[in-house]
């Protein structure tokens, strides 16, 4: 039976219900069909697979053909779940033009329903001109990683009065811009609920405690696939790297062994046709 896909108007609704919204990265068909089977309500095709696909140090080097390439993979195993592709580092940053010309690559070639950015307010000309050629947006603000740099660090942002009150302005001022949903990583509980409450638009945390409207985690942090390290904020709920190492070793001692293949694995033919090779 056909499924109905989650729309924006349902993620907003369950803001107004008071329902939590849930979000996972996720990378390739496999993980998209598991998230989208599991009954997640959106996942998002994160820049983060830089690192965890792709061994990469961060997520600057990340291309947009490396995440249209991903992005198809993981809409072929959707069938419910809203999609969101992450834009990378420079697809967005040099030109309005070029912001909407990328944007559309998600949506027109990798079959994505909206596109997610990192920035503050100084994007808010640039989520204007996205939406306005006709492409939800869901901000990124608090810790960007791809200005990690600038920021000094994987560090918890907004901590002090002047820094949170910059956060809540970028908030808003991406509201005003038009996204329809805003992403915060590693801010205070505090900020977190105070931008939730004054957005109309539902707000996900990762590292913004339990107050805001969902919650997002990377797929590799909560299956334990990503063993270089592990954020405060991530919950891991099963450690699977051990488990897939184990199995691993144990077919390369099977093969080794000739206990692998065994007869169940094998195709027969007829003593008779055997004769005549
Ligand atoms: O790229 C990503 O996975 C993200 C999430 C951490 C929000 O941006």
């Known amino acids: 039976m056909e499924q109905k896909k989650v729309t924006i108007a349902d993620l907003q609704a369950r803001k107004a219900a008071g329902q939590k919204i849930t ?49 198809k993979a993981v809409r072929r195993g959707v069938k419910r779940a809203f999609i969101l592709g992450d834009m990378p580092f420079l697809s967005y940053q040099v030109s309005e033009e070029k ?12 079959g994505c329903e909206a596109v997610k950015l990192e920035g503050g307010s100084e994007m808010a000309g640039v989520i204007r001109a996205i939406v ?7 901000g990124h ?14 560090k918890v942002q907004g901590k002090d009065a002047e820094g949170a009150r910059e956060l809540v302005q970028a908030a808003k001022d991406m509201e005003a811009a038009g996204a329809f949903m805003l992403v915060m990583e590693c801010v205070p509980d505090v900020l977190g609920a105070r931008i939730t409450r004054e957005l109309r638009i539902p707000t996900i945390g990762i590292g913004a405690g339990p107050d805001c409207d969902g919650q997002v985690l990377v797929y590799h942090d909560v299956l334990g696939l990503f063993e270089r390290f592990t954020p405060k904020f991530v919950k891991q709920y099963v450690n699977l790297a051990p488990q897939i190492r184990e199995a691993l070793a144990q077919y390369k001692q099977d093969v080794e062994s000739g206990a692998f293949p065994g007869p169940e694995h094998v195709f027969s033919m007829s003593a008779e046709e055997a004769d005549k090779i």
């Open 23 to 71: 979000m996972v990265t996720a990378y390739d068909y496999p993980s998209g069909a598991l998230a989208d089977q599991a009954g997640i309500d959106t996942i998002l095709v994160g820049d983060s697979l830089g690192m965890v696909m792709l061994g990469y140090d961060s997520t600057v080097p990340v291309t947009m053909d490396e995440m249209i390439h991903h992005c």
């Open 99 to 110: 912001a909407v010309e990328n944007a559309g690559r998600f949506i027109k070639e990798a």
């Open 132 to 138: 306005t050629a006709g492409i939800p947006v869901c």
């Open 141 to 154: 603000i608090g810790l960007t990683p791809q200005t990690a740099t600038k920021l000094s660090g994987f």
